[in-house]
């Protein structure tokens, strides 16, 4: 039986002016793989990277389009720690690479959620990242608008009814391409997302001091962190344990907090059954409110 082939880089590919993928055959470790040191077009580094979810892709993205529109220059990619085993890496990886962005950017989705019958913001995601200067109107009435050099752009102050259909018009959008790809006039419809789903919350054991609090919907972080404070765990007979305040766990877009324990568990058994107090007050990012439980 042949041996199974050796974790690698399958592809590299520019997929816009500043942001190149590379996707491996398996899945790689995402803390080693996010080092933006371990990749480099011309010996130079993107400013970031990040992994996708399934941990077999690797957005790179650069300063400027000059360091990615190159002819004939060597992209290079250091050995990457697998996920399965961060002592196995995959292949050092070289290519003769050359790009030009020759795509005109678009509008890809159009997000406006709300809890109630009007909608004060709408996120706008572009096809790739979008230089400044572009002209919004929404329903014929102007906004202004700011990428940040971003695909993304989340426009607030607005009063949008729920109940209705709505129009964006975009004008002049241009992506960071050396010679910038300008589409002069777009135009999407949408709707607005009615939601008014109460959050939940789970907690379960992580490690011997922390209790890992699990949201089902993206949460208000304030809302969270001033509820869940020291006084919030009990012991069996809820009895006061001390513990310092939720904090929450990066990329877990708000879903996720740690609560560190910080009094002495362990003193007489190696197990102990806590209660964690769920308290009102806390909210999703819009304004939906977790029933208070224990």
């Known amino acids: 039986t042949a041996a199974p082939a050796a974790p ?8 816009n002016a500043t942001q190149v993928e590379v996707d491996f055959s398996v899945a790689v470790d995402k803390t ?15 400013q970031t990277v990040g992994l996708s979810a399934d941990g077999k892709t690797a957005t790179l993205t650069f300063a400027s389009a000059s360091e990615v529109e190159v002819s004939s220059k060597v992209l290079e990619v250091e050995g990457i720690e697998t996920a399965e085993d961060t002592l196995v890496k995959t292949a050092v990886f ?3 690479f050359s790009y030009e962005d020759k795509v ?22 572009a096809s790739e990242p979008i230089a400044a200067g572009s002209t919004l109107k929404i329903d014929g009435v102007n906004y202004a608008v700011n990428f940040n050099g971003t695909n993304t752009a989340t426009v607030t102050g607005l009063s949008l009814d729920a109940a209705k259909a709505h129009t964006v018009e975009l004008l002049n959008l241009s992506d960071k ?5 300008v589409t002069a006039y777009t135009t999407k419809s949408f709707n607005v997302t009615v939601d008014a789903t109460v959050p939940t919350a789970t907690v379960s054991a992580q490690g011997d001091h922390h209790i890992l609090v699990t949201f089902s919907k993206s949460m208000d972080d304030t809302s969270v962190t001033t509820a869940l404070v020291n006084g919030v765990v009990k012991s069996e007979s809820l009895g006061a ?23 002495t568990l362990y003193a007489t058994t190696d197990s102990r059954t806590l209660h964690v107090v769920l308290p009102t007050g806390m909210t999703d990012k819009l304004g939906n409110k977790l029933v208070a439980s224990t």
């Open 104 to 125: 005109k950017p678009e509008i890809v989705s159009l997000e406006s959620v709300t809890a109630s019958a009007t909608a004060g913001s709408l996120t706008i995601t």
């Open 241 to 263: 344990v001390a513990s310092n305040t939720a904090v929450a766990v990066p990329g877990s877009n708000n879903t996720k907090y740690v609560i560190e324990v910080t009094d």
């Open 94 to 96: 070289t290519q003769v």
């Open 177 to 181: 391409a050396t010679t910038a790809n």
């Open 32 to 46: 080693d793989a996010e080092i933006a040191t371990h990749y480099a077009i011309d010996d130079v580094n993107p």
């Open 8 to 15: 690698a880089v399958e592809s590299v590919s520019a997929i």
